[in-house]
């Protein structure tokens, strides 16, 4: 079925997944036949997530006072407390400032960088997209094995509709968190059905969805052909633009053939269920899903999620917060404005402990999903007010396959630089590299 | 093609016309000896004895006005410091530096306030001899800029579809959103691939390719739209049948002839967890409606629907829900079709309505049933495929015998792809399409089936998703040149249309006859009049004015602003496109963005603004008696835009005029910026007021160096409140205060003093004008070489009244849209980015 709107809004349902219902009955039940062959202990793969919370948590609501174990939690982090003996928060670190108050703090999230233009004397006209390899793409160079998706990058929210707003840097700057390398950004795709679609592939019945997978196979395949002979006609930096292309048509695939291997695995009708859907919430919690099944059914993992980008305009009306979330951390010490930060903070807590309760409840190989997985949860600053890059938050939640000890606080050197946990995480998924960034060091988890 | 040797001759004349205007004397720059002049770099004219004292006088001014703070040694402003101590004689090793000086000087913004001004005679002096001397140092040198190949964006690629297939789609349903830069999301560089893009290109080559040519193998789906909360349906919806009240129209692809099951669901308040029916208690009838005939209808309401509403809603809900659902049968392709009410207007007038937006009460059931969705199901028992629009557009021949068929899968597909790739097509372009035919015709399919499998194709081909260009052989890297006149067809169309070349546009390319006398101009006037250079008016507004942003940010806090619905927010967005479109296309003068003493108003928005006299749902041309509401600073779009949801905010709207009005942004925030709060810490005595705190914050140099340039255009826009409503007096119920000063100097008091103040300096607005619409017609970020032709460009339209036709066309004769230079074969996309200086 070809699924069309227009005009109105930008949500498709597809019938019996209609309403206020936003759980995704369908594609759970489908998740037995994909994870039929059964994993041993031993077999079960390592999964990688990073959640990135846009403008910032006031660090007098998040970080815990006391070092080490059993610390009490600050309000925003409370509803963790089911996770805590597969936590580790940390303070005391420092973000980079990534060249620029709100671009920066999400772009260099996972490589400690940013982008690599400044815009020192370069007046407003510079659009060099350039940044480096970020962490998740250097753990999935180690765990995504032969996963369809080798990584997915997924949000709530592009700069599509925030004409102006890219502090006169290239928007991709807002729209990825993750980069394959230092010239190719993933942005991050914010539209559930097409995330859907790119793990189980086109909907339909099995044969029609078997011939449309074969015809995209025979399409990719005869566009590499034509892209190869237009290559030589062109000049050297066209050139370098069908290069990106064909390397990213190799990508798609290569993720296809995955895919095709996998897909008889996949009985029934598989019908996406939604499109972008109108209530936020609903967004989180279908994203969310999406993510766990994405690593319940081993089609990715490594994933990026941005619940928000950087600066985010979203108000928050169906928590009691009509302002945006921008405005609201200019919170000027405002009382009343500090207690609406704090609840944006805690709701997104609450969606991420929603998450890791999935995970928690999913059988594993010998263990659970949460097991078997690390989360790093976190911001580019703590205090949105000020821009501050000093003690932003990070929490890591998941057994990591016995490697995180949890239920500790671990309280950073002073300004010790973020690269340093990226590193460390680098290190926790078995990706041995010696530095990421501006790393002066590993992080002592 | 000997065609393009001629027109390219005909245009280096052109441009060489151009640039030696630019200049005081004579001279013969032409841009093919771009290099050669370089290599030698001897400057149009020794600088004579005259020029030395003239420059010297012009190094007194810069010392006494600006060196103070601009020089080698103290690092103002401190983000980007600018040294103002460096040779006049060679001003292009700075030239970013010296058009900043230009834009800040042509504002009247430097020297900053409280520091002595030069009197309006010498800005004048000293600017119109530094942009001359700008323009004289680049000629010889000047390059056409650098492109490289385009990639379709998502709204491109929706128009494209639409101009080959007759198809509507929404586009932002397949494929991400693009990489914005410089503003745009048409700028080449930033138009990036991902592996998430390239698979949506190819589901979606699939998915279209179905759909234009139809699909009888179709499974039944759902396809819901849905209505904004916040839409108001108490009244006439525009584009519904007279008589009917609420509801929505939508535009639905249906795949094949055959059933389908057509349904409308009913708001049902507190969120949708009441499951009864609003006005419940009267009958009401619910039709639906096919290119606007009335297929089906029902009554929903009435005492037997009350009695089980009272008993039990969710029976209510079921019962009601199946009565809205008539199947009917539909033939394949686009209808409009229409869920509404029929109206009973007399017995509308005991409903109370507290407010003008009819989504606030928590269930009504005194009130009236409004709709929350539409839904599209089917198709069932398929007949077949009719004829569509699409499929006429396609199927240039119909085979008659099998013999026939492969000749005619050649006939449509080659049609298909000179359209799509925008030039005349070779045998080897159409063996991939057709090998694509012929595999599905091997595996079975029909002779539709293998068109499909060929259309699917060449919307796979890069030389559909790319705007390709060539370098003619034997030009030298570094060598500016004429592009080709579909080159050119293509550069227009999508400058115009954001979408391909029509016919017409292409036949007279592809016959090299584009560039004779009086063709382009008359291609432009009719490109400008035709419905598709809607795309110009929406994506260029949607983005220079930020449009887009109406849907995502404004959201007033709906119990402070209790008539503000989603009518109004979509009827301040196209209040903005109708007015520009207007002076746009009735060739009017680019001021009246300002100034104009009209605007176009329905009832609701008139309503809104407090304008009498305009009644019905249509958008018309209004004369406002109100100078304070006169053009763009009067819009509601973008009075809302730059308001938060609880109130207004001067500095977002300072910013936005300074930034979208005048090009002069303020620098962003410095690393550590003080709050006012710690500003005011460790003051001798503390702020009471927030004038107060502003000014302790002000004490601190870079917060003053842009709130004192931010705030007064601020305020007094403080008139209008936070959705556009006029106002005189503030939340605090006292008299909102507008006075302030401008970084000219100039006393501001209000709305139509602030436009008065930018209009009393034209070229500022009308170069910023032109300066956005030049980087979207080029789809690059503007360098200090393209300063001359911005200037040209708004030189030649102030003879004009400052037309905004006059400033397209100027861009189109520019030499950066006609040329373009071959590039080093070792530049990177990045390097071409960023375009530096030479």
Partial sequence: MIITKKHLSRRTFIRGTFGAAVALPLLESMVPALTAQSRTAASAPFRFGAIYMPNGVFPDTWHPEAAGSDFQFKPVMQPLEPFRDQLVTISKMKAPWGSSVHLGASSAFLNGVGPVATREGTGDAFGK?????????????????????????????????????????????????????????????????????????????????????????????????????????????????????????????????????????????????????????????????????????????????????????????????????????????????????????????VKFSQFL????????????????????????????????????????VGGAHGRLKGNRHVVAKQDEPTANLLLALAHLAGTEIESLGPSSGRLDL | MKGVVTSAALIFAGTAVMLAQTASGPRTPTVTRARAQSAAPARAGAPTASAAAEAAKHRAWLNKNCVGCHNSKTKSPPEAPVNLETSLDDLLPQADTWERVLRKLGARAMPPQGMPHPSEGDYVGFTTWLS??????????????????????????????????????????????????????????????????????????Q?????????????????????????????????????????????????????YKLSGRLMRGVEEGYAGVEGNDTPHTFIITIDGAEVYSAQVGGPKDHEVQARDMNEAKVLIDARMTGRVAVTAGPHDVGFTWKERPAQRQ??????????????????????????????????????????????????????????????????????????????????????????????????????????????????????????????????????????LASRLSFFLWSSIPDQKLLDLAAAGRLREPGILAAQVRRMITDERADALVNNFTGQWLQLRNLESKVAPDLLLFPDFDDNIRKAFRRETELFFGHIMRENRSALELLSADYTFLNERLAKHYGVPGVYGERFRQVTLTDPNRRGLLGHGSILSLTSVATRTSPVFRG????STF????????????????????????????????LELHRKN????????????????????????????????????????????????????????????????FVSTLTERMLTYALGRGIEPVDMPVVRRVVRKAAQNDYRITAIIMGIIESAPFQMRTKLEPAESVNSVARATVE
């Fill in chain 2, 350 to 487: 005991d409903v109370f309505q507290p407010a003008l937006r009819d989504s606030q009460e928590v269930h009504m059931v005194g009130g009236q049933p409004r709709l929350r969705a539409v839904n599209v199901e089917g198709p069932y028992n398929v007949k077949g495929v009719s004829s569509t629009p699409s499929r006429e557009r396609l199927f240039v021949c119909r085979p008659a015998s099998a013999a026939e068929e492969a000749a005619c899968a050649d006939k449509i597909l080659m049609n298909l792809a000179r359209r799509a790739y925008r030039r005349p097509v070779t045998a080897a372009d159409g063996e991939a399409p057709l090998g694509f035919y012929k595999q599905a015709r091997e595996n079975g399919g029909d002779f539709d089936a293998g068109i499909r499998s060929g259309v699917a194709r060449i919307l796979s081909s890069p030389s559909f998703l790319y705007r390709i260009e060539r370098d003619p052989a034997g030009v030298r890297p570094g060598t500016p040149h004429t592009i080709s006149d579909l080159e």
């Fill in chain 1, 129 to 349: 997209i350039q940044s480096k390899k970020t962490v998740d793409q250097y753990v999935a160079d180690t765990v995504a094995g032969d996963t369809p998706l080798r990584s997915i990058e997924v949000g709530t929210e592009d700069m599509g509709t925030a004409v102006g707003a890219c502090d006169g840097f290239p928007c991709t700057f807002f729209d990825a968190l993750a980069w394959r390398d230092d010239v190719s950004p993933l942005p991050v795709g914010i539209n559930p059905r097409v995330t859907f679609e790119r793990m189980f592939g086109e909907t339909g019945s099995t044969e029609q969805r078997a011939s449309r997978l074969k015809e995209k196979q025979s399409l990719l395949d005869s566009v590499t052909h034509e892209t190869a002979k237009l290559r030589k006609t062109l000049g050297g930096p066209d050139r370098a633009i069908l290069d990106e292309y064909l390397s990213n048509i190799r990508q798609v695939e290569q993720q296809l053939d995955r895919m095709e291997s996998r897909l008889g695995a996949i009985t029934g009708n598989a019908e996406a269920p939604v499109g972008l859907p109108e209530a936020f919430d609903d967004h989180m919690t279908i994203t969310y899903n999406l993510m766990h099944l994405a690593l319940q059914g081993d089609i990715s993992r490594v994933f990026t999620f941005a619940v928000g980008h950087e600066a985010s305009d979203r108000g928050y009306a169906h928590i009691g917060i009509p302002e945006t979330h921008h405005s609201i951390s200019h919170h000027g010490n405002d009382t009343e404005k500090l207690a609406k930060y704090a609840k944006i903070g805690t709701y997104q807590i």
């Fill in chain 2, 701 to 764: 140099a870079p917060c003053a160096s842009c709130h004192r340039l931010l705030d007064p255009p601020g305020f007094a826009l403080e008139n209008f409140n936070s959705v556009g409503q006029w106002r005189d007096t503030g939340p605090d119920g006292a008299p909102v205060d507008t006075a302030g000063v401008l970084a000219d100097g100039s006393k501001v008091d209000g709305p139509a003093a602030l436009r008065n103040a930018i209009l009393s300096r034209p070229d500022a």
């Fill in chain 2, 662 to 693: 005048l090009n002069t942004p303020p620098a962003p925030p410095p690393p550590d910026v003080p709050t006012l709060e710690e500003s005011a810490k460790g003051a001798a005595t503390a702020p009471k007021t927030v004038r107060e705190q």
């Fill in chain 2, 132 to 205: 001359g001397s700008l323009d004289r140092a680049w000629e010889g040198k000047s390059t056409p800029g650098r492109y490289v190949m385009h990639r379709l964006n998502r709204s491109e690629y929706a128009n494209a579809v639409r101009d080959l297939l007759a198809l509507d789609i929404d586009v932002a349903d397949w494929l991400p959103s693009d990489g914005a830069n410089f503003g745009f999301d048409n700028i080449a560089a930033s138009l990036r691939t991902s592996p998430l893009l390239l698979e949506r290109y190819v589901a979606a080559a």
């Fill in chain 2, 207 to 259: 998915r279209i390719s179905a759909m234009a040519v139809g699909d009888p193998e179709a499974r039944p789906g759902t396809t819901e739209y849905l209505i904004s909360r916040e839409f108001s349906q108490s009244g006439h919806i525009d584009s519904l049948p007279l008589g009917t009240r609420g509801g929505t129209m939508v535009r639905h692809v249906f795949p094949a002839d055959a059933e």
């Fill in chain 1, 357 to 396: 309760a999935k995970l928690k409840e999913t059988r594993d190989g010998d263990g659970t999903l949460l097991d078997h997985s690390l989360l790093y949860w976190g911001s580019g600053m703590s205090n949105g007010n000020l821009h501050d890059r000093s003690n932003p938050p990070a929490v890591l």
């Fill in chain 2, 655 to 658: 910013k936005f005029v300074l």
